[in-house]
């Protein structure tokens, strides 16, 4: 089969054999498979994996083929897959902090992936969907685990002002979750005229670009102090400074976007003693992954309005250009092109 291998350095097309699955795992024909950041940090060396290894963590497919001990899939089943595999032995495992396992593995980074015409996948990351669910949105499925988890960190309380800096995947996503909550506004602080605009039509009550010099003001007065919770989705040091100033006293702070490792900002701890302010971070979907597919399902999350754009396996490398220069909100592998 195809599939898209990274060296450690570059990501090549190969001619790639599989092995048979083991007694508790599937065989997953892969349907569609999204291209992330993580996936072009990885390529450029700004984010781990454990090459040689097939990228792409997004994925969903058809079972083709189950272990002899896989009773909860059946071969035919269109499942998505959570790509992040917990040890359940470790301290934060039995502590229920399943995303900081100390021996945490993930498919498509540190075991074969998605960007292939097959996955071998175990059986207990697979999650079952309706067969008339399009691809193109059962690959959001982990992303969205993964907003719904920020998003729960930012523990929302009916009457909140929230304010959600970047309007990426992410940032409408965490604005979709918003719009199921009792909040009294929804503010999108974004660059990108058009991306402003796709905030808009998705619900928020306000946009603002970030390169005026009063947006940070009009805020303050539309809200009466700042945001009860802020929510950064851009991962810049640079926009989570921005983000920390337009908190209201006592509220939240989630750092959802992944800044780089050797970028930091300035804070006055007795700002933070004073005004009572949280600030936490999100990392990967803890007990998550369900949740979004629940809401998908059953229609109160809807995915079909995204800027999405697809591509073939053979074109990964356009894919990956694509992403990079936001040409679309979301860049996918569609295996049947």
């Known amino acids: ?61 058809i079972v083709e083929e189950v272990g002899d001990r896989v009773n909860s899939i059946s071969t035919g089943d269109f499942v998505s ?75 929302i309380e009916t009457g909140d002002a929230v304010v959600i800096f970047g309007a990426g995947i992410i940032g409408l996503i965490m604005l979709k979750l918003a719009k199921l909550s009792a909040v009294r506004q929804i503010i999108v602080v974004e660059p990108d005229k058009i991306r402003r605009e796709s905030s808009l039509q998705n619900g928020a009550d306000f946009v603002f670009d970030p390169q005026t010099a009063e947006y940070s003001a009009e805020i303050n007065k539309i809200t009466g102090g700042g945001g009860n919770a802020v929510i950064e989705c851009v991962g810049s040091a640079k926009v989570v400074e921005q983000a920390y100033r337009l908190v209201k006293p006592g509220g939240r702070l989630v750092i959802f976007g992944v800044s780089p490792a050797d970028r930091s900002w300035t804070v006055k701890p007795y700002d933070i003693f004073r ?63």
């Open 275 to 337: 005004k009572d302010i949280s600030i936490v971070g999100s990392f990967l979907n803890p007990f998550t992954f369900k949740t979004a597919v629940e809401l998908v399902c059953s229609g109160k999350i809807q995915l079909n309005d995204l800027d999405i754009k697809s591509f073939a396996l053979r074109d990964i490398q356009k894919a990956f250009e694509n992403q990079q220069r936001r040409n679309s909100l979301k860049t996918i592998i569609d295996m049947s092109i």
């Open 81 to 155: 897959v959570d790509p992040n595999i917990f040890c359940g032995e470790c301290q934060y495992c039995r502590a229920g902090k399943v995303n900081l396992c100390e021996n945490l593995t993930a498919l498509g980074v540190d075991i074969d992936g998605g960007f292939a015409g097959y996955s071998i996948v175990p059986a207990k990351q697979c999650y079952p969907l309706p067969p008339k669910l399009p691809p193109q949105q059962a690959v959001l499925l982990e992303p969205l685990s993964c907003a719904i988890y920020g998003f729960q960190r930012a523990k």
């Open 1 to 61: 089969m195809q599939a898209a291998l990274f060296d450690g350095k570059t990501l090549e097309l190969t001619n790639y054999s599989l092995r048979k699955p083991a007694v508790d795992e599937v065989l997953i024909k892969v349907s569609a498979c999204g291209v992330c950041g993580t996936d072009i940090k990885i390529i450029a060396g700004k984010s781990g994996a454990t090459p040689p290894v097939v990228l792409g963590h997004e994925f969903c497919g």
